[in-house]
């Protein structure tokens, strides 16, 4: 098999945590990143695929490189259009490799599985099952009237078997219920909810776009070898999702579907996170059901308060009753229409090189701790608005100021004039750190004018 990760998303649902440039794929919300997580998962059924986003690359490179997943192969989409050019995409160059024959397993990066012995053998038995031409999804059997999920209608008798498992001809996708009727749902039994995994021959998937979505399958079909024309392609494709624009059209006959249990979770709200994990410590006085995910350096007191959840980052605190997380979406829409930065950024930003922390952020100075991988270097740059002040705290490197290579350990400072060409350099073995001091009239992250780059960014 072919397993395929599609990490996308928005990053609202598990806010203030996960962002926008942070999406929960990446976050440390359990032991490991679900991204993470996932492809070692996928790594037990073949070498994996990832199709992203662009925005995302940077997150990507280093999740890879940290976890020495080197064999990964990467599609970059300039930006979002939805699962169904993405699978598109992804079939178009599998036909281009020659692996059109192969079986691909199309699996979201952002979902948690527990019971990975029994996941992978559901997918083999599906990987079975698509071999016939066949598109298998995999249902997981609900344990309660969940209203989150779609749900997918199943026949009564099973198209085959093996080891327990059984596949049946699909009735219907069903959009997510009101409560009575997921209860109607749950009580019938031939219900299972959508968790968004799919197994299908690649050429056979080419050929229902080619029936079901030619307009969208003209467009991808001219996509190049080398990926070049990409972005042409995804500005001249319709936004739509694979369950719309495939899913949903087929016949009970092409369409199959394996109820099963893996202990799945989506991961996809802060109640999830609650049941999922203790928490931090919390000190309940005349209160009882808290959950905190915050510094676990951090003492955190709750005072006459029951079942409340609090997630507590460097700039954002949010307290919500449990059982409402999932209206965490109006807190983010409202900071959006606000133009806040908080949607999108963290006080830290990750880069190929390492990563920064924002300390203070004001009208007169900016401040950061920047730490720089071993081996590793900043783009030659310049600014035009701000000089900088660089404080050295720990490890040695050495800063390229202009036409000068200025050795440095802790304790070490360095000014760098406004408009003047520099970079930072750590050529040793640690990390190298050190605290970055801002003045000017403009602090932004676009003032850079890069001259050289190991990663080749504008």
Excluded at 39 to 63: D, F, Y
Excluded at 74 to 98: F, M, Q, R, S, W
Excluded at 222 to 242: F, G, M, T, W
């Amino acid at each position: 098999m072919i397993p395929v990760v599609l990490s996308g998303g928005s990053g609202t649902r598990l806010w203030p945590v996960s962002r926008q440039q942070m999406p929960k794929q990446f976050c440390t919300i359990f032991e490991k990143p679900l991204q993470t997580m996932t492809l070692e998962r996928c790594h037990k059924m073949g070498t994996p695929w990832i199709v992203t986003s662009k925005a995302l690359q940077n997150l990507t490179e280093i999740n890879l490189q940290t976890n020495k997943m080197n064999d990964v192969q990467v599609v970059y989409e300039p930006y979002g259009k939805n699962t169904a050019p993405a699978i598109a995409v992804l079939c178009k160059l599998l036909d281009l490799k020659g692996l059109g024959q192969e079986i691909v397993g199309i699996f979201p990066s952002d979902h948690l599985i527990s019971k990975e012995q029994a996941f992978l053998k559901v997918v083999d038995f599906a990987a079975s099952v698509a071999s016939n031409n066949k598109v298998v999804t995999l249902g997981i059997t609900p344990s309660y009237p969940e209203t989150g999920y779609g749900y997918i209608q199943t026949k009564a008798v099973s198209l085959k078997e093996k080891d327990g498992l059984k596949a049946y001809s699909v009735v219907k996708f069903h959009e997510k219920p009101a409560l009575e009727k997921a209860k109607e749902f749950l009580t019938q039994g031939s219900f299972s909810w959508n968790a968004g995994i799919f197994v299908f021959k690649a050429a056979h998937m080419i050929s229902l776009f080619e029936k079901l979505q030619p307009e969208l399958w003209a467009t991808v079909s001219s996509l190049k070898a080398d990926s070049s024309n990409l972005e042409e392609i995804y500005a001249n494709v319709q936004s739509i999702s694979i369950d719309y624009a495939i899913m949903e059209k087929l016949s009970g006959e092409e369409l199959a579907c394996i109820p099963s249990e893996f202990g799945w979770n989506d991961v996809g709200s802060w109640d999830a996170v609650a049941t999922l994990q203790k928490g931090q410590e919390v000190l309940n006085v005349k209160g009882h059901g808290n959950f905190v995910f915050g510094d676990p350096a951090k003492n955190y007191s709750a005072i006459g308060i029951d079942d409340v959840i609090v997630v507590d980052t460097k700039d954002a605190l949010m307290l919500v009753k449990k059982g409402q997380s999932q209206d965490v979406r109006y807190v983010v829409e409202s900071l959006a229409q606000q133009k806040s930065s908080l949607v999108k950024e963290h006080v830290y930003e990750y880069r190929p090189w390492g990563y920064f922390e924002i300390l203070k952020d004001t009208e007169f100075f900016k401040s950061k701790v920047i730490r720089v991988n071993p081996h590793s270097q900043l783009s030659l740059q310049s600014h035009a608005k701000r000089e900088e002040h660089w404080t050295i705290t720990r490890g040695t490197g050495e800063v390229v100021l202009n036409d000068q290579v200025i050795p440095v350990k802790a304790g070490s400072h360095v000014h760098i004039p406004l408009g003047a060409k520099h970079r930072m350099r750590n050529n040793s073995d640690q990390m190298l750190e050190f605290v970055e001091v801002q003045l000017g009239s403009y602090f932004g992250e676009d003032d850079i004018v890069r001259y050289q780059d190991d990663y080749q960014r504008k």
